[in-house]
């Protein structure tokens, strides 16, 4: 494979979006590794993780959402949005990247030029995987009511406390977490956001397995754990603030329609390798193939709200909704025409394939858990919609 | 959603929300739907004088020769307002079908459409729950004496009263037609239903009525292509006027909810209620997208892909408006259940306009055999 970048970030400015699409879809075809090409069920881990980051980054294709002065690619969100349903369309591996998504954003606006300098370019080359140090035990989706503590000693802040469902922590080499400096105060306030090795002592992570037979995430402790005062992320304090200010337009790809449509393309397989027909059937296959018409459509519209500006919170919670929602009734249906296979553990080998229909309908129970739960984002879009709840 | 209207749309919006307040929509539509047409022909007349029901008839008729999208804007807010004229039925259903013509007949009944002088519809539909346009048994016999004699029958002909223009689909010499007809000629028999939205379907029998020999205003494959974009352009504009509507129930149910207080706090405080609502606004939101999805579809013809969306848009209008519609009643409690509760108008008007070219469940299994046809298998 020639290392040759296929293309210089001056040069997708010029391309239209269609164009962009055609060039990155090309890259795709004629790069991404076959063995990865597994929609839902795969996610890249590890050294699986960084040799995609680092292919990404060899060919010019690193960091969408990035300004180019920190090597990103600097694209308007309109190609950012083409560039992630590229990925999507193609049958992708999904990869979390939580370094060159979340944190990076964070630190190119909060950080100091020295932490940029710093942890940028390891996250850009894919040389170092982060994890999220947010939710807690027994917090649930009231993230604010963190416990986990950090203490000034000097030239550096001692950490006490667990941070739980943090995914890939057995594989990430750092951590960006929140912790509670001050006590007393509103919950919102005197938490403050950090930046840690996870090889720091005083540092352990239990793996936990989940019902998707994976154990890609895990509970962190952390015992007397020092981190240096310097890998503070912006002011003391400010942690909560700096967290939620990530929470805006990035919510869209949460909303991404590739889930349900991946998931539907099993029901259609599956019913034609059992030959299921009829008219449950049809009205089953109608009302979801509806459903996903209208779910894109929905996507497409609050795309174009969010490339123009005018996209709200509320919208976000109301895609992010209507995704995990339908991700979980067409994880449920697949069940529902397998019949028997149903209660195949593993993959099903219905016919000449192999589908993972148990793996694919537990990952679907994740959906309306996880980035808010349904219940939280229903609260918000309630709040748009009625005003508060009194 | 209108956050990505240009100039012309949310003008066109804001006339149909200036009209609605000007001549309190709702006390009219109570007062006219159980009489007449349904539907008031000053109404019409102001309405045609304001462009829309000439919208998408051309400049030359006295239309305002706008481009399909723009004009469901109207279609939108005369929804979201419960405007009773029967927009779709004349406005965009028989102008699409005028539209196609030349022919002087066409043009003096499209030059009167745009003036309000008269509402014309088409007269199609000869079976119950036909979702396509019909394959007409009605029959256009030639005359020796010249001119022609029409035979046959068509079901729940929309916007009836017994000025109407209609614009008959037949079949001439193994040819489709389309003839223009007056609903009060000798020979055309009418039994009319009262419908829920408070106008008129007639059931029409014609027994050798004559015709002139110009009453032919399309014949072959114009009259086909007429018709087939009549019903995808009608079905849209249903299915946004629904939406309209929908969004008007919400917003009424969440103000009532808002203004009552049980337990020593206002209704929209319990969450069970604001989750109940939240649901009803989701499937509202797809609806608008669905719709939206679809004419831009149809923007780029009339292909078994809008088709697709076409119906898989009037499925999800449908369902979110009827499901809106029940959830209104429910939470206006038991004055939700009353005749004096304006949701019962809204209610009443969604049955029909849901029921009527197809409803949720046929539509869907259009989307999904049109689907099919597109991609016979997934592997």
């Given at each position: 494979m020639q290392l040759t970048p296929a293309t210089g970030t001056a040069d997708l400015d010029v391309l239209s979006v269609p164009e962009f699409r055609a060039r990155f879809r090309n890259w795709l075809e004629e790069?991404?590794?076959?063995?990865?090409?597994?929609?839902?069920v795969l996610r890249l881990r590890g050294e699986q993780e960084k040799r995609w980051l680092r292919l990404l980054d060899d060919h010019g294709?690193?960091?969408?959402?990035?300004?180019r002065e920190h090597g990103g690619l600097g694209l308007p969100l309109a190609k950012q949005l083409v560039y992630h349903e590229e990925l999507a369309r193609f049958g992708a591996a999904r990869f979390l990247d939580s370094g060159g998504t979340m944190l990076g954003p964070i630190l190119i606006r909060f950080g100091t030029a020295a932490q940029q300098a710093k942890y940028l370019p390891s996250i850009l080359r894919g040389e170092t995987l982060w994890c999220q140090g947010y939710s807690e035990p027994n917090a649930g989706s009231d993230l604010a009511s963190l416990k986990t503590t950090a203490v000034r000693d000097g030239d550096h802040y001692v950490v006490n406390g667990s941070k739980i469902w943090t995914t890939m922590a057995m594989d990430a080499s750092h951590m960006f977490l929140l912790a509670r400096t001050q006590q007393g105060l509103r919950k919102q306030q005197g938490i403050s956001f950090f930046l840690m090795k996870m090889?720091?002592?005083g540092v352990t992570v239990r793996p936990i397995e989940n019902l998707a037979g994976e154990s890609e995430f895990g509970q962190v402790f952390f015992d007397d754990a020092r981190i240096p005062a310097e890998d503070l992320v912006g002011v003391e304090g400010d942690g909560w603030g700096i967290a939620k200010a990530l929470l805006g337009v990035e919510r869209i790809f949460v909303g991404s329609p590739g889930l349900p449509r991946d998931a539907y393309a099993v029901f259609r397989q599956v019913a034609d390798q059992l030959g299921v027909s009829g008219g449950s059937f049809d009205a089953l296959d109608a009302s979801l193939f509806c459903d996903l018409n209208d779910l894109v459509a929905l996507y497409e519209m609050v795309a174009a709200a969010a490339v123009a500006g005018t996209a709200e919170d509320h919208d976000y919670s109301m895609l992010k909704l209507a995704v995990s929602e339908l991700f979980q009734r067409i994880s449920e249906a697949n069940l529902q025409i397998a019949s028997d296979y149903a209660?195949?553990?593993?993959p099903a080998e219905i016919g000449a394939l192999k589908l993972q229909l148990h793996q694919i309908y537990m990952l679907a129970r994740a959906a309306t858990i996880y980035s808010g739960t349904s219940e939280v984002q229903r609260d918000i879009i309630a709040r748009a919609l009625l005003g508060k709840a009194g | 959603m209108w956050r990505h209207e240009d100039e012309l749309q949310s003008m066109l919006r804001d006339s149909v929300d200036r009209y609605a307040i000007a001549n309190d929509t709702l006390v009219r539509f109570r007062g006219k739907r159980g009489s007449g047409g349904g539907f008031d022909t000053q109404s019409w007349r102001d309405m045609a004088a304001l462009g829309w029901t000439g919208a998408l008839l051309p400049e030359e008729a006295g239309g305002a020769g706008l481009d399909f999208l723009p004009v469901l804007s109207l279609a939108e807010a005369i929804g979201r307002n419960l405007i009773p004229e029967p927009f779709v039925a004349s406005a965009i259903i028989a102008a699409t079908v005028l539209g196609a013509s030349d022919v002087p007949a066409a043009r003096e009944l499209a030059r009167a459409l745009a003036a309000g002088e008269v509402v014309v519809t088409l007269a199609d539909q000869e079976d119950i729950a036909a979702i396509e346009p019909a394959a007409p048994r009605t029959t256009l016999q030639p005359l020796d004496s010249g001119g022609f004699a029409l035979t046959g029958s068509k079901i729940?002909?929309?916007?009836?009263?017994?000025?109407t223009r209609l614009l008959v689909s037949a079949t001439l010499e193994g040819d489709p037609v389309v003839i223009a007809v007056d609903a009060g000629a000798p020979g055309v028999a009418a039994e009319t239903h009262r419908m829920t939205d408070g106008t008129i379907c007639a059931h029409l029998g014609f027994d050798k009525t004559a015709l002139d020999?110009?009453?032919?205003?399309l014949r072959g494959d114009d009259a086909t292509d007429a018709i087939r974009l009549a019903f995808a352009r009608g079905t849209i504009a249903l299915a946004a006027q629904l939406e309209g509507a929908a969004r008007r129930l919400l917003s009424m149910t969440g103000d009532y909810l808002n203004q009552r207080a049980q337990f020593e706090k206002p209704l929209a405080s319990f969450q069970s209620v604001r989750h109940g609502l939240v649901s009803q606004h989701l499937q509202i939101e797809l609806a608008g997208a669905s719709w939206r999805s679809a004419a831009a579809s149809l923007q780029q013809g009339l292909t078994a892909e809008s088709a697709m969306r076409i119906s898989a848009a009037k499925a999800r209008c449908d369902d979110a408006a009827q499901a809106m519609s029940k959830a209104a009643i429910h939470y206006h409690g038991a004055f939700g259940f009353t005749e004096e509760a304006d949701v019962g108008l809204y209610a009443n008007a969604i049955l029909r306009w849901a029921s009527w070219l197809g409803n949720a469940d046929a539509h869907r299994r259009r989307a999904l055999n049109l689907s099919r046809e597109q991609q016979p298998t997934c592997n």
């Open positions: 790069h991404y590794p076959p063995e990865w090409r597994k929609p839902i294709w690193r960091l969408p959402a990035w300004p090889n720091t002592p209660g195949v553990h593993g | 729940f002909v929309p916007a009836w009263t017994s000025g020999s110009d009453a032919v205003i």
